[in-house]
């Protein structure tokens, strides 16, 4: 049995962390692959939040193995804290594989990510602070540690010793900070985090691949969004990885071909966290309107989304860029009150029309959305189950969205429950 990929097709908290506890049923294991814990994925059971950074959303079913992929960025202390907190709340975790290639987010990615936010002032992209960027950038340069070196003292203490010279450098002469100390880090890292971890670190790739070969089901959980993208995203207000479906890919250790199913998550509307270009961006009343009832609020930062109307344009884009096969369209129900809805089909810009995104991002800054307006339905659809119990209006809506981005869409969601969902086309 081929993998199967869930995606962000916006900027982001499409509902990712509900569709994979969704689709977990039928499957062996669930990888996260990207990402670190600039992620806040909430899975809601029984009217209780679980909000997951770094663990795989699947990780609620006894059934599955969690597994944390080699393309993730690891804060061992949030990891530890999360798992804490599942196992409280009586979620066992002892299942969870991390990948030993996985790199850490250091003490000096966070404060590094901070500064650097700091530095740039009015230009700052709105990141997470959490260190993810840094990270990456190490692992790209190759001063990376990793999850592996937790296993090994030496090896780890020597790495540190190295990168950390540069980094108090750094800290000292660009930002007048004062220095990190790297007995004080190793004691952390290797005396508190590592017994505890190291159970878990071993060889995700193996295990992936061997559930596959025995067909049973895998499912790649996604972290962030098609244009959060590093490469395809609006760069620089991107985060630091790849989060189309290429990614799963690499951050799990797995061939294209092993993947036939691509289901991209899109919110019934746009939101986004932090600066970058956003043609449908709402503002007024209509933005207060879609915040408060959709309570777009960061899951772990607290902070407000910016919401907008559907953008179809990204849309087809997104599904391009991940081969998308369905999309679950999340979050119907916030859309119950409203007289009229708008779809951006176009966009506007220089007297010229663009039905496919502009490659050039001057313009995509400066395009006005075309938009096609659509009857609203003014009924709740929060307690619908079934396809045939959606208001003509929403039916309307939803086939209108599928035409626009080429694609069906399978899964509805009308509210932050497991079970608000509706089977909506075939895939
Ligand atoms: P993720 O990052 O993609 O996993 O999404 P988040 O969990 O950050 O944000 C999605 C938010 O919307 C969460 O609070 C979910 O509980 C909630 N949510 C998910 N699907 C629906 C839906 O269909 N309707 C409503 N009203 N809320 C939803
Ligand atoms: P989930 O998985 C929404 C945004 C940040 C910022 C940019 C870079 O819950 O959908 P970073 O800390 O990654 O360097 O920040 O990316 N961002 C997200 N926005 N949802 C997320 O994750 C995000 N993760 C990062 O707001 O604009
Ligand atoms: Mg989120």
């Given at each position: 049995?081929?993998a199967?990929?869930?995606i962000?097709t916006?900027w982001g908290?499409?509902?990712?962390?509900?569709?994979t506890?969704l689709?977990?049923?039928e499957m062996q294991?669930?990888v996260r692959?990207?990402?670190?814990?600039?992620?806040g994925?909430t899975?809601?059971?029984?009217?209780?939040?679980?909000?997951?950074?770094l663990?795989p959303?699947?990780?609620?079913y006894?059934?599955?193995?969690?597994?944390i992929?080699?393309?993730?960025v690891?804060?061992?202390?949030?990891l530890?804290d999360?798992m804490?907190?599942?196992?409280?709340?009586?979620?066992d975790c002892s299942?969870?594989v991390?990948s030993?290639?996985?790199?850490l987010v250091?003490?000096?990615?966070?404060?590094?990510?901070?500064?650097?936010?700091r530095?740039?002032g009015?230009?700052?992209?709105?990141?997470?602070?959490?260190?993810?960027?840094?990270?990456?950038?190490?692992?790209?340069?190759?001063?990376?540690?990793?999850?592996?070196d937790?296993?090994d003292a030496?090896?780890f203490?020597?790495?540190?010793?190295v990168?950390?010279?540069?980094?108090?450098?750094?800290l000292?002469?660009?930002y007048n900070?004062?220095?990190?100390s790297a007995?004080?880090?190793?004691?952390?890292?290797?005396?508190?985090?590592?017994?505890?971890?190291a159970?878990?670190?071993?060889?995700?790739?193996?295990?992936?691949q061997?559930?596959?070969?025995a067909?049973?089901g895998?499912?790649l959980e996604?972290?962030?969004a098609?244009?959060?993208?590093?490469?395809?995203?609006?760069?620089?207000?991107?985060?630091?990885?790849n989060?189309?479906?290429?990614?799963a890919c690499?951050g799990?250790?797995?061939?294209?071909?092993?993947?036939?199913?691509v289901?991209?998550?899109?919110?019934?509307?746009?939101?986004?966290?932090?600066a970058?270009?956003f043609?449908?961006?709402?503002?007024?009343?209509l933005a207060?309107m879609l915040v408060?009832?959709?309570?777009?609020?960061?899951?772990?930062?607290?902070?407000?989304?910016r919401?907008?109307?559907?953008?179809?344009?990204?849309?087809r884009?997104a599904?391009?860029?991940?081969?998308?096969?369905?999309?679950?369209?999340?979050k119907l129900d916030?859309l119950?009150?409203f007289?009229?809805?708008?779809?951006?089909?176009?966009y506007?810009?220089?007297g010229?029309?663009y039905e496919?995104?502009?490659?050039?991002?001057?313009?995509l800054?400066?395009?006005e959305?075309?938009?096609?307006e659509?009857p609203g339905?003014?009924?709740?659809?929060s307690e619908?189950?079934?396809?045939?119990?959606?208001p003509?209006?929403?039916?309307?809506?939803?086939?209108?969205?599928?035409?626009?981005?080429g694609v069906?869409?399978?899964?509805?969601?009308?509210?932050?429950?497991?079970?608000?969902?509706?089977?909506?086309?075939?895939p």
């Amino acid at each position: 049995m081929p993998a199967t990929v869930v995606i962000g097709t916006q900027w982001g908290d499409e509902g990712k962390g509900k569709l994979t506890d969704l689709l977990s049923r039928e499957m062996q294991v669930v990888v996260r692959y990207q990402g670190g814990h600039n992620a806040g994925h909430t899975v809601v059971v029984d009217g209780e939040a679980f909000a997951l950074q770094l663990l795989p959303s699947g990780v609620l079913y006894p059934s599955i193995t969690p597994v944390i992929g080699n393309g993730v960025v690891v804060e061992p202390k949030v990891l530890l804290d999360e798992m804490d907190m599942l196992t409280r709340r009586g979620i066992d975790c002892s299942r969870l594989v991390i990948s030993g290639s996985a790199h850490l987010v250091m003490p000096y990615h966070q404060e590094l990510d901070a500064l650097t936010e700091r530095h740039l002032g009015k230009n700052k992209l709105g990141t997470t602070k959490r260190g993810i960027g840094p990270a990456y950038a190490d692992k790209a340069a190759r001063i990376g540690l990793r999850a592996q070196d937790l296993l090994d003292a030496k090896i780890f203490r020597q790495k540190l010793d190295v990168v950390l010279k540069e980094k108090n450098a750094i800290l000292a002469k660009v930002y007048n900070r004062l220095p990190l100390s790297a007995d004080e880090i190793a004691q952390r890292y290797l005396d508190e985090y590592a017994p505890r971890l190291a159970p878990h670190i071993g060889d995700a790739v193996g295990l992936v691949q061997a559930t596959l070969a025995a067909g049973q089901g895998v499912l790649l959980e996604g972290a962030q969004a098609t244009f959060l993208d590093l490469d395809h995203g609006t760069y620089p207000f991107v985060t630091s990885s790849n989060t189309v479906a290429g990614g799963a890919c690499t951050g799990a250790g797995i061939g294209p071909r092993q993947v036939d199913r691509v289901i991209g998550i899109a919110k019934a509307y746009v939101t986004r966290v932090g600066a970058g270009p956003f043609p449908t961006e709402a503002t007024g009343e209509l933005a207060d309107m879609l915040v408060e009832r959709g309570h777009e609020y960061g899951t772990n930062t607290g902070r407000r989304r910016r919401p907008g109307w559907f953008d179809a344009v990204m849309m087809r884009h997104a599904v391009r860029l991940s081969s998308v096969s369905e999309l679950a369209v999340t979050k119907l129900d916030v859309l119950d009150t409203f007289e009229t809805l708008k779809v951006c089909v176009a966009y506007q810009a220089g007297g010229q029309r663009y039905e496919s995104l502009p490659w050039h991002q001057s313009v995509l800054h400066e395009v006005e959305p075309v938009y096609e307006e659509l009857p609203g339905w003014k009924t709740s659809t929060s307690e619908v189950t079934r396809r045939d119990q959606l208001p003509p209006q929403a039916v309307r809506y939803l086939e209108f969205l599928s035409r626009q981005a080429g694609v069906p869409v399978t899964f509805v969601g009308v509210g932050p429950g497991r079970d608000q969902v509706v089977r909506f086309q075939e895939p």
